[in-house]
Every structure is written in structure tokens, then in C-alpha cells.
């Protein structure tokens, strides 16, 4: 898989990620550890090099599962974990890193990221400028090698920008929510920071298994998502079928077609996550297929069928 630069940086990230918010016992979906391990481990070996995965993704439990899976070749690979919102004064950033690099068994993260901005889920309001001293710390150490962020604003990333290098931004992005292209891709496209897409495949609708009618059991977290819903569910249906036939023509899935398109966006690189192996060797395939200026602005137009009818982020409660 061909790699691109993060950033500015001296690091080279492939253009779909493994995203690692279902690994393992410790997450609501109900994969077992040894599963979660394989999928991973088949994400590599299908060529995807760069893994994200945060603190709180089972409170540390991604970040070990990630080390079983890959210590042996961590000379090979790319490791994205992030800080949470509860720990980004000076000394609980300092700390949160050096727990992370322990459950991930290695002296440094490639990129470090400041999962979502101060005062998110009711934390403590701490200035940017005291975070990004802790991160520049941290890099000067070589304990962390980049900054990013996530779920900033363009306001936000701007202020963050103001103390120190930011690489990546990592904002929810799909064909069926494009709000960051309204709002912080210009900024990054201007600044060369890598735009790091999650939730690429809008949490597994994209992939078009879900029919109308379908209910999640109680415990998956997409009931409350409202592009599982009502209008938006059925739009998505409308565009589901449209992009049939681009898919039949490339020979490839509709989870394939999503990423493809999205990683074909500027500075776009794709989170796509996985429950099993199968499906990671699927979104790597992604990274091959090639479409055509027209095919990109076909499928920018059937996506709108979704995305200019929402008018907040439909994942809004996620991870
Ligand atoms: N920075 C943040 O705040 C934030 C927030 C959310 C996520 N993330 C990161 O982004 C990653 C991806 O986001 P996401 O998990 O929310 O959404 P996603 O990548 O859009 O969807 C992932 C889900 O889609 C289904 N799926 C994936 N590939 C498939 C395939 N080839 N065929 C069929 N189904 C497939 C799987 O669910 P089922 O098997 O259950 O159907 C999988 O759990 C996360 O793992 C995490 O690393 C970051």
C-alpha cells in the first residue's frame, strides 16, 4: 500500500487505517481478545501499516491488544493513540503518554493526538496552550514523534496551531457527513495537515448490509445513531442503490467504493474499523481501486443525498 506523509512530519501513514475502537473483551461489541488480535494482525498482513487507537478505548485495553498484535513488528508499523479530554493538563498528558506506551509496549507513539478539546464530556476547561506545552515536551523527549488532534474546529485547531506543529486532524468524515470539508479542510489543506477520517464507512452503513427494518441489539450503540433512523435511514437507502452500479463496475464492495472515494479527498486517509479479520482484508482493498474524475463527482452527488440533510454530526455520542 503506497504510504503518504503525515503532515510535515517524517512519518509515512497508509491510506486506510486500522481503527481499533471495537478491540477486544473490554468494548460493548463482544469480540473476544484472541479476535481482536487476528484482525488486527490480518490488517497488517493485507498492508495496512498505521493503527489508531486511543486511552480510552477500554481504558488502555485497544493499546494492549495492539501490542500483542504487532510488537514484532513494530519497526514496521505506525501507532495513532490519543489523550482524552480528562487528562490535558501538563502533568495528566505527561502521564496518560507514558501509560500508553506502556500498553503498547514501545518507548515511542508516531502520533499522539488530543482526543477531543477541553470541556468535552463535562471535563475540566484547560488552556491549549498548557496541553500542546506537554505534547512539545513529549516530542522533544521522543516519546511521542507528532501532534495531532481531534474533533477540533477549525477555530480550535487554529488556536492549537499557534503552540506548536499539528500534523493530523482527526474529525468524523464520510460520504454520508462532510461537515469538516465546510469547516477545517480548507485550514488544513492551507497548513499541509493530514486529515484522519473516522467513522469512514458511517458506522458499517455504507457497507449496505443493513436493510430497512433492521434493529441493533440494545447493547450496539448505533440505535442512538441518526443515520440508522427514520428519513436518514431511507436517503441512505436511496444512495445505497445508486452506488450499486459504480461498485459492480470496479468489481469491488460498497465499503470499498465509501473508502476509495473518501481516501481520493485531499490529505484524506481513512479510519476504517473492523470486528474481524474478513472485513479489515476488505477496506485494505480499498487502497487499489482507482476512480475517475467523473465516477469522484458522481459519488460526491449521490452522497449528498444523505449529508446535505443532516445538520449535526449523526455519531455524535462516539469514541
Ligand atoms: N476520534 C474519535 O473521536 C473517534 C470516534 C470514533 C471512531 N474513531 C476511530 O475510527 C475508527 C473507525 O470508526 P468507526 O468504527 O466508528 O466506524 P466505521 O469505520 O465507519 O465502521 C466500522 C464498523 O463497520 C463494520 N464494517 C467495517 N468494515 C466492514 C466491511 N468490510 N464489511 C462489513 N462491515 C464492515 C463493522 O461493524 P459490524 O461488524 O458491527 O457491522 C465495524 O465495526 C475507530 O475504530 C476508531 O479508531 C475515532
Known amino acids: 500500500m503506497e504510504k503518504s506523509r503525515l503532515g510535515t512530519s517524517d512519518i509515512h501513514i497508509t491510506p486506510i487505517l486500522m481503527g481499533t475502537w471495537q478491540a477486544g473483551e473490554a468494548m460493548w461489541t ?6 481482536s488480535i487476528k484482525t488486527i494482525r490480518a490488517a497488517f498482513d493485507a498492508g495496512i501499516t498505521t493503527i489508531d487507537t486511543a486511552e480510552i478505548y477500554g481504558e488502555g485495553h485497544s493499546e494492549q491488544i495492539i501490542a500483542a498484535a504487532l510488537s514484532d513488528v513494530r519497526d514496521r508499523v505506525e501507532y495513532a493513540s490519543k489523550v482524552f ?10 502521564e496518560a503518554c507514558d501509560r500508553s506506551l506502556k500498553n503498547l509496549k514501545t518507548d515511542y507513539i508516531d502520533l499522539y493526538q488530543i482526543h477531543w478539546p477541553s470541556g468535552s464530556f463535562n471535563s475540566e476547561i484547560v488552556p491549549i ?4 506545552k506537554a505534547l512539545n515536551k513529549l516530542k522533544e523527549q521522543g516519546k511521542i514523534r507528532s501532534i495531532g488532534v481531534s474533533n477540533f474546529n477549525r477555530a480550535q485547531l487554529t488556536e492549537a496551531s499557534q503552540y506548536g506543529r499539528i500534523d493530523s486532524l482527526q474529525p468524523p ?23 484522519l477520517a473516522y467513522s469512514p464507512l458511517a458506522q458499517g452503513l455504507l457497507t449496505g448490509k443493513f436493510e430497512p427494518g433492521h434493529k441493533f441489539d440494545p447493547t450496539d ?30 468489481n469491488c464492495s460498497l465499503a470499498q467504493l465509501a473508502l476509495a472515494w473518501l481516501i ?28 475517475s474524475q467523473d465516477e469522484l463527482a458522481e459519488i460526491d452527488t449521490i452522497g449528498r443525498i444523505v449529508t446535505d440533510h443532516l445538520d449535526e454530526n449523526p455519531v455524535m455520542w462516539n469514541w
Not at 496552550?129 to 500542546?132: G, L, N, S, W
Request: glycine share 2%; aromatic share 8%.
Open 30 to 35: 463482544g469480540i473476544e481478545d484472541a479476535d
Open 85 to 94: 479530554a480528562n487528562h490535558l493538563k501538563y502533568d495528566l498528558v505527561i
Open 129 to 132: 496552550e498548557e496541553t500542546m
Open 173 to 195: 468524515y464520510s460520504l454520508f457527513w462532510r461537515h469538516v470539508e465546510k469547516d477545517a479542510m480548507p485550514y488544513c489543506i492551507e497548513n499541509n495537515i493530514s486529515i
Open 221 to 250: 450503540n448505533r440505535a442512538k445513531n441518526k443515520l440508522f433512523q427514520g428519513e436518514n435511514f431511507e436517503r441512505a437507502q436511496q444512495a445505497l442503490e445508486k452506488l450499486r452500479p459504480i461498485a459492480a463496475r470496479h
Open 264 to 291: 481520493a479527498q485531499p490529505q484524506t486517509n481513512a479510519i476504517a474499523g473492523a470486528r474481524y479479520a474478513e472485513q479489515a482484508q476488505d477496506n485494505a482493498k480499498a487502497a487499489n481501486i482507482q476512480l
